[in-house]
């Protein structure tokens, strides 16, 4: 069956390296069946045979954003720390006086399970409007088993629920919960929380805030590796607010990514590079704190495939990644292009899905943005202004804000 036709697009990024004009992609069982020039992909795929025809009309097309690092699942409200932040007070300070991380977890215990669950909701229907087919979201404001169960429960049905999939990452170690100290905790997370996470069988990464002052490189490594005993892919948050040796560990253990890297040597690049881990890059924490931003040339000139996320979360407030690739262009350097393709080949690869995710190859899952622009660099050109018009999740149009899509007759006879 054919799913859908997008037609008429002035260009189709395919990946890094392959780029259509005049373009159109046809979609057969949720997956990329043909890209190419209009006429040819037409010919072979006439859009009235398929249960979608999406009339590009002159737009640009371009693969689903794959969002890689959030903690998108939080209740509360920081806004206050924001401002407060502006005034001089440090991210550090504000945690080590119980807010911060500390704040949304006595919000996030408080919370009932369908009020979080509504929560996260409401951020997947602002992500895939922003054009985000693909979201890693990470548990850890909870600090207690049950309460990271029941974050890792509300992703998993968010996931079943929304068109855009969610991945799931366990992070009991993302801060040290009030009345206890980071090697009590340690064993905490290693003897209880991590058993109970495997037990309950939902996530699929586990993670660790590798920091001064939070976990160090031996507390951190204590995790991973627990974890990775119950299976559990290791992600490490690395040299976020100092330089402390995430990164390394991240390439010991062999991590899926070591994610943030402000503070990162070229000696940490290349550790990273060698052992394959994808640096994710997180520009609108780096904006949001009025920090100095990571060097994406530093991992490119070691060989890696770098990423680049929103780190949607209470201390960096937006769902947008169409927002994190201008700031990956303005704060970081980056070509659109190459920004692009962080966003969304990139992503994939820090979440371990190397087989098309992120990209529109032959073959690959139809997860694909037709922007109301007429080529990708109006998505950091346009910055702050959503320029995605309509979205397909393998195949099917998950939403349309102009009216895009037309159904073929049979389909809507159906
Ligand atoms: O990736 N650095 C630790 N975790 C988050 C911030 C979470 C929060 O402040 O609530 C981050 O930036
Ligand atoms: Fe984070």
Redesign the pocket.
């Known amino acids: 069956m054919i799913d859908a036709v997008v037609h008429g697009a002035s260009e189709v990024i395919v990946d890094a390296d392959t780029r259509h004009e005049s373009a159109a992609v046809a979609v057969a069982d949720g997956e990329v069946a043909a890209v190419g020039p209009t006429d040819a992909v037409t010919r072979e795929y006439p859009p009235e045979n398929a249960v979608a025809s999406v009339d590009a009309d002159g737009r640009a097309v371009v693969p689903g954003f794959v969002d890689s ?1 959030t ?1 998108g699942l ?1 209740a509360g409200d ?1 806004s206050d720390e924001f401002a407060a932040k502006l005034r001089g007070k440090e ?1 550090q300070e504000i ?1 080590e006086e119980g807010g ?2 500390l704040r ?1 977890v006595r919000a996030v215990r408080e919370a009932g399970t369908e009020r979080l669950l509504g929560n996260l909701l409401g951020h997947l229907d602002v992500m895939l409007a922003h054009g985000t087919t693909t979201v890693e979201v990470k548990s ?2 909870g600090l207690d088993t049950d309460t990271e169960l029941r974050m890792l429960d509300v992703i998993a049905e968010a996931d079943a629920r929304h068109p855009v999939d969610v991945v799931p990452t366990f ?1 009991g170690a ?2 040290v919960p009030e009345g206890t100290d980071a090697d009590d905790y340690t064993d905490a997370v290693v003897d209880e929380q991590l058993p109970a996470v495997a037990e309950q069988g939902i996530a699929e990464f586990c993670d660790v ?1 590798c ?1 001064e002052g ?1 976990f160090s490189v031996e507390q951190s490594r204590r995790v991973l590796e627990a974890g990775e005993e119950y299976g559990f892919t290791p992600k490490v ?1 690395a040299e ?2 100092t330089h402390l040796g995430g990164s390394q560990l991240a390439a010991d253990v062999g991590a899926a990514s070591a ?2 890297l402000l503070h990162a040597t070229d000696e940490d690049a290349a550790a990273l590079a060698d052992a394959g881990v994808t640096p994710v890059l ?1 520009p609108g ?1 780096a904006f949001s704190l009025g920090a100095e931003y990571a060097d994406p040339e530093q991992f490119r000139e070691a060989g890696a495939t770098v990423a680049v996320a929103s ?1 949607f ?4 407030h937006s769902q947008s990644m169409g927002m994190a690739v201008a700031l990956a262009c303005v704060g970081m350097g980056m070509a659109p292009r190459d920004a692009l393709d962080a966003a969304t080949r990139g992503g994939a690869h820090a979440l371990d899905r190397t087989g098309g995710t992120g990209t529109l190859r032959e073959g690959a899952p139809a997860d694909l943005a037709v922007l109301d622009a007429p080529s990708h660099a109006h998505v950091p050109y346009s910055f702050g202004v959503n320029r995605v018009a309509t979205v397909l999740k393998q195949g099917s149009v998950v939403h349309d804000a102009d009216g895009l899509a037309v159904p073929a007759p049979e389909a809507l006879d159906a």
């Open positions: 690092h903690h939080f920081r991210y945690l911060g991380i949304t850890g404001y992070m993302h801060a805030f920091e939070v948050h976020e607010l994610d943030h997180l924490t780190d979360n209470p201390n960096c």
